[in-house]
């Protein structure tokens, strides 16, 4: 599915301030392609994904189309429907639901509308992929930061979406770990979906197909060369 952003402002608003953290984001992201997105704290990428998947509504004038939906004219409740069928949202702070095992928490969010049995094979499946089924029947507050990222990842990754929302997603993990969590996004990306990727990882930055940077609020594309001159890779 194509991502078509225009005008994408985001404020939030409390009783003592009004804070601007995404100023007229304008983008396009085409069927297939894997998008990298870089930028300092605090300068809007989470508020982002948040707004462009639908979980944060944006403000008034935003657009937001994928595929054929205009996000930004749908109520809540058809977001939350269209992100379930379409969406694989990693959350930087993972989400998980701390009453539930590791497993649990990889099917829940399909448990209402699928076979549980269907269901319990395929969480496996992805569990033993990202080397975490020793811990599926763990609660996420006895897992570590990357096993709990990796339950993450399997969540995600269970209903097969068009695309795949990743809000630095390997940031706690190994690097063997990180490298197999890449390889299973580019088998995904191979397969048409698209993948866009907050991360400060320029490891991660060699698997994409373009980059972004946002600076406070404002989203603008960079090339990988001006990248490597202005911030050398390590190593
Ligand atoms: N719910 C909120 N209410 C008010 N301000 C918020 C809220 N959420 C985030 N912010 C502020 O908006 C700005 C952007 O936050 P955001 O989480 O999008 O940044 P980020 O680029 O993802 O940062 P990081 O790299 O640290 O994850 C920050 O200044 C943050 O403090
Ligand atoms: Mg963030």
Request: charged share 30%; with cysteine; net charge negative.
């Amino acid at each position: 599915m194509d991502i078509n952003v225009m005008n994408l402002s985001k404020t939030y608003e409390s009783n003592v301030e009004q804070k601007k953290v995404l100023d007229q984001v304008t983008f396009k992201v085409n069927k297939g392609e894997w998008v990298n997105i870089i930028g300092r704290s605090g300068s809007g990428k989470t508020t982002l994904l948040k707004c462009l998947s639908g979980i944060m509504s944006a403000d008034r004038g935003s657009i937001i189309n994928i595929g054929d939906l205009p996000i930004h004219s749908k109520s809540e409740e058809d977001r939350r429907e269209f992100r379930r069928q379409h969406i694989g949202y990693i959350y930087q702070d993972y989400q998980l639901f701390p009453a539930y095992t590791a497993k649990q928490n990889v099917m829940l969010p399909e448990l209402p509308y699928q076979n549980e049995s269907i269901l319990l094979k395929r969480a496996e499946e992805l569990m033993e992929q990202l080397n975490i089924e020793h811990r599926q029947d763990a609660l996420p507050n006895q897992l570590s930061g990357g096993e709990q990222q990796r339950v993450a990842i399997a969540r995600a990754l269970l209903n097969n979406p068009d695309i795949f929302v990743c809000d630095e997603p390997t940031g706690n993990l190994d690097r063997s770990t990180r490298d197999e969590v890449l390889q299973i996004l580019k088998q995904l990306q191979e397969e048409g979906r698209t993948i866009l990727f907050v991360t400060h990882d320029y490891d991660v930055i060699e698997y994409g197909d373009r980059i972004f940077e946002m600076d406070d609020g404002r989203l603008e594309e960079v090339s990988q060369k001006t990248l490597i001159i202005e911030k050398p890779i390590k190593n």
